[in-house]
């Protein structure tokens, strides 16, 4: 039977050890990449524009309503991504440099601009996206969708119009 | 107020490292040191710690529990799932769901539990020489796993979208069964997937890893396993990274761990990559190919009433119908079952946008949703994915969907929209971006046969990464023998699901938990005699 006590010292003791001799490979990459709350900042009035189409009536009419809404999906777009690996947040920080440059979103379908943009005019170049045969068109699609969709709903205020009651209490 | 068994350990004095809290550098020894809690590792380190043998556990995700699980999706996700739930094979077109926390995905699946069915284990027998795996021989095992996690029948009705599946499935004249569950004291809440709120789930979590910590093992978590080191055809140690926060980013302290044996239970997809990272022999390239997906399909339907798929122990029917009634070799068969409805994964999941979306979203109430489970891995056109490192050496997953998948695909959203509309559908949505409704069994069938299927376009989802470390007698034809023993490598095992040499063709908790025993009472045994 071998003791806490033992155990214990051996992992401080080793630690010690280790910091001195052993030298790892250096870590791999992840530098790179952006973080999900300066990349939902940086892109705000593309989210918007694509949460305007995207979301339709879910969104309140009144443009005053509107703006906690989408600062609040903004926000939580921006968290979601802070929680993907580097990789990945890399991967959407070129997606959304490529719809912020206009000769590269105009490629893919838009050829506006994202501030103010007309929602209908965005809503064709999403549909456009989703409908294409060009696999990369569609990851856009559904990156946007995923993102938009997924963080607007994970807000209990979106509830009550779903008819989701949120989970039970626990006594 | 519910009792927190974890959080009662470690007041008792478990030893327990967040290793993203550690101010320097660690190096601990052990007889056997386990990578990764879920259902093979959990397993592994309830087994070898109960002959005595000094047991450190690895684990990449947190430690959470019960007091930690508040049901809400965007807590879970995050905190649980590999990838916050959108881990995604290389070319995006399949989601996967995998747990990323002590337990694995046993703390956040949704307690179906089968045993290894028998034709899946023939086929084993007869391809990979796997001639021990009868079913006379792993019934032991199973037995012993259904006893610590205590699977048993599941008496509670099903709710009314399980109900609908039996209903409907009884209509068309197909067998519709109950599915037995891991849970003791169940509040029949709907929650499983969020980490079970009440530890009536019987997860690793809960079970086989307090367990271990009982008996003295170590639990390291926030550490990922960056490499093996590997000398003379011997692992030496297990070289780890700390985590920061709850993300990715990697922190600056290591972790190193010596032992005499070193158990790989990463998961599929995370042991094979643990294994390339390290170099580990792999002399026939069979490392990290034959990776599995039970890729599935969803279907929607309203029901006109409520369904309320939130509430209620999320699997409790399925039916075997389209496995059982074809040869196992020959065109993709599928299970069909039903999954839990919460918003944002029904927001992502569910097609259309804007005012389509709004509509189905806000008729989630009365939504109903099957989903079928494709059996991959026993036709030669159907040889799983592969995985490969990024330039990081983070893992991908490359899984294609060729045409004889969507021949499944295609056949299972008919067989889910006909039993949708026999159980009483007012419409069945089929998810594919291209369909948008369907209000009678005439149109949708004459609908589904007219669209050609594709990535992309039809969703398509997994839950149940299979594969990649796949176990065979021969060298030639596996990475790790009958006994989960890797081929070339004298004190390294895998037990996991990474060694299935298919897909199981039915929900892997109990075939992992069988499996993962048998592979880990053989190797105390070993371990003694040496």
Known sequence: MWSRRRFIFVGVAGAIAAGAVVVLPQLRASAAAPRGTQLASVHDAMLRAVMTALLGSALPNDANAREPEFVRVNKAIGALVDNLPPTTRKEIGDLFGLLALKPARALLGYSGDWPNADPSAVGTFLEGLRDSSIGLKQQTYFALHDLVLGSFYSEPATWPATGYPGPPKLA | MIADPIREGLAKGWMHIDASTLGQDATLEADVCIIGTGAGGGIAADVL????????????????????????????????????????????????????????????????????????????????????????????????????????????????????????????????????RNVKGCYNLGYCGMGCPTNAKQSMLVTAIPAALNRGAVLVSRARADRLEVKKGRVTAVECVSMQGTGYDVGRVKVRVTAKHFVVAGGAINSPALLMRSGVPDPYSLLGKRTFLHPSLVSGADMGSKVEGWSGAPQTTYSDHFLTTQPIDGAMGFKLEVPPIHPVVYAISVNGMTEHHRARITNM?????????????????????????????????????????????????????????AAGAKEVFPVDERISGFRTWTEAKSGLEALALRAYSTRVMSAHVMGGCTMAKEEKDGVVNVYGRHHQVENLSVLDGSVFPTSIGANPQLSIYGLAWRNAARLAGDMRRA
Not at chain 2, 389 to 404: E, K, T, W
Request: with cysteine; proline share 4%.
């Open chain 2, 365 to 421: 109430p009365n939504t109903q949703v099957t989903i079928a489970l494709c059996r991959d891995g026993f036709h030669p056109e159907s040889s799983g994915g592969q995985v490969k490192l990024r330039a990081d050496g983070s893992p991908q997953l490359d899984y294609s969907l060729n045409s004889f998948f969507f021949d499944a695909a295609k056949r299972a959203l008919l067989a889910m929209a006909e039993i949708q509309f």
């Open chain 2, 49 to 180: 710690s109960d002959t005595g043998l000094k047991v450190v556990m690895i684990e990449e995700g947190m430690l959470r529990s019960s007091t930690d699980f508040r049901m809400l999706e965007s807590e879970a996700y995050p905190t649980l799932y590999q990838e916050s739930a959108s881990r995604k094979t290389a070319d995006k077109a399949i989601n996967i769901l995998q747990g990323r926390t002590v337990g694995g995905s046993t703390t956040v699946n949704w307690t179906t539990s089968f045993r290894t069915p028998s034709p899946t284990l023939k086929f084993w027998r007869e391809r990979f020489g796997l001639t021990e795996l009868t079913d006379e021989h792993m019934a032991g095992w199973f037995q012993r796993a259904e006893k610590l996690t205590n699977i048993s029948d599941w008496a509670v009705p099903p709710n009314e979208n399980n109900a609908v599946l039996e209903r409907g499935g009884q209509k068309i004249g197909i067998k519709v069964e109950r599915i037995r």
